[in-house]
């Protein structure tokens, strides 16, 4: 049974650090894209950043880029989004996902989901 548990979230001050860890069980992420996405009250789910888990090939959205890295721990199966500069409208739920290998940003690319973690940027 394939599991995606997001951890990490919680509430930071604008200009704040969170680090984000998504780890997988049950599924062999090799080939695979990684891809984290969020969603705020009222808006659309979109893609943040995502990583093909064999050759770490990282993708950002423009919002984000030079803000966040995203980066992996093969030997522990675990995705991680170091969010750096964080701004209250970074707010969200933030969720990580699996897909075919290239994926991007469409969540219709992504199969598998994890339950998400709130993020809160606010002072």
């Known amino acids: 049974q394939v599991q995606l548990v997001e951890s990490g979230g919680g509430l930071v001050k604008p200009g704040g650090s969170l680090r984000l860890s998504c780890a997988a069980s049950?599924?062999?992420?090799?080939?695979?894209?990684i891809g984290w996405f969020r969603q705020a009250p009222g808006k659309e789910r979109e893609g943040v950043s995502c990583?093909?888990?064999?050759?770490?090939?990282?993708r950002y959205a423009d919002s984000v880029k030079g803000r966040f890295t995203i980066s992996r721990d093969n030997a522990e199966n675990t995705v991680f989004l170091q969010m750096n500069s964080l701004k209250p409208e970074d707010t969200a739920v933030y969720y990580c996902?699996?897909?075919?290998?290239?994926?991007?940003?469409?969540?219709?690319?992504?199969?598998?989901w994890g339950r998400g973690t709130q993020v809160t940027v606010s002072s």
């Open positions: 049950g599924y062999n992420l090799d080939y695979h894209t």
């Open positions: 996902a699996i897909g075919a290998w290239p994926s991007y940003f469409n969540p219709y690319e992504y199969d598998y």
């Open positions: 990583i093909g888990y064999s050759d770490g090939t990282a």
